[in-house]
């Protein structure tokens, strides 16, 4: 609920400063590591947005695969199964993408 409330603040915030009437769409980038369940993300910011100028506007998500860069080789790949060891050189692998959680665009009249 927390998460859903924040988005709709941001977009609020948004709308506010460029005098927007209606919210009609929030894009949103979510990484395969943020945590986030997307059907209880979607139920919640249809409940808050009700009765504002988000009121009806879509939800768009998009997801971020898990993506790390071995420390020893430098060498990137997408990481399954939370396997964070390089299976080139046996190094650490180190996040690059996949923990993001923002709001990417806002479509507002």
Known sequence: MSIAN??????RDY???NEATRISRVALLIGEMA???EESLRFCWESLARGTLADGAELLISRVPLVA????????K??????????CCGGTMLTVSGRELRVDYIDME
Not at 6 to 11: E, R
Not at 69 to 76: A, L, N, V
């Open 69 to 76: 860069r071995c420390d020893s080789c430098g060498k990137e």
């Open 35 to 37: 945590g986030v369940e």
């Open 78 to 87: 997408r990481i399954e199964h939370y396997n964070f060891i390089c299976p």
């Open 15 to 17: 709308a506010a400063k």
């Open 6 to 11: 924040g988005i709709l603040d941001i977009a």
